[in-house]
C-alpha cells in the first residue's frame, strides 16, 4: 500500500483516507488479515462522471484494497472506473474520461506492483 500511495502522490492525485481494517478489527476484539483501504482521486478526472450522473459519487472518489490471503500472498484490488462508468449508465460522452481514468489506474498499480 505505501508503493501505490506514493504512485498516487507522484502523480499529483489526492489520498483522503487510508483505513486500517485490521486495526478495526483487533479494536473490535477480532482477527483479520492485514487489509488496507486507500481513498484517492483526481476532480480533474472524476467530476466529469459526476457532472453526467452524480449518483456516481457513490463509487468516486477511487478505492484501492491492499490485502493479504491465507497463504500469505498480496492483492491489490481495485475498481475499474469504465465498469463504474457502466454500473451508472454513463453514455459515450464520459468514455474518454473513464478511458483515461481506467489507463492512469492501471498504470498505478503496474508500478506499485514492482518489487521495491
Same mark, same amino acid.
Given at each position: ?6 504512485q498516487i502522490m ?9 483505513? &486500517? ?6 479494536? $473490535?476484539?477480532? *482477527? *483479520?488479515? /492485514? ?12 467530476? /466529469?462522471?459526476?457532472?453526467? &450522473?452524480?449518483?456516481? $459519487?457513490? &463509487?468516486? /472518489? ?8 491465507a497463504a500469505g500472498k498480496v ?42
Amino acid at each position: 500500500m505505501d508503493r501505490f500511495e506514493a504512485q498516487i502522490m507522484a502523480k499529483g492525485m489526492s489520498v483522503f483516507a487510508r483505513i &486500517d481494517h485490521a486495526a478495526g478489527a483487533a479494536a $473490535g476484539g477480532l *482477527l *483479520l488479515r /492485514p487489509t488496507e483501504l486507500l481513498i484517492f482521486g483526481s476532480a480533474r478526472a472524476g467530476t /466529469p462522471l459526476m457532472q453526467a &450522473d452524480q449518483a456516481v $459519487g457513490i &463509487d468516486l /472518489p477511487l478505492k484501492a484494497l491492499v490485502y493479504e490471503d491465507a497463504a500469505g500472498k498480496v492483492w491489490l484490488a481495485t475498481n475499474d472506473p469504465r465498469w463504474i462508468a457502466r454500473r451508472h449508465g454513463l453514455g459515450a460522452a464520459t468514455a474518454p474520461n473513464a478511458d483515461a481514468m481506467a489507463a492512469g489506474l492501471e498504470g498505478l498499480v503496474k508500478n506499485a506492483l514492482k518489487s521495491p
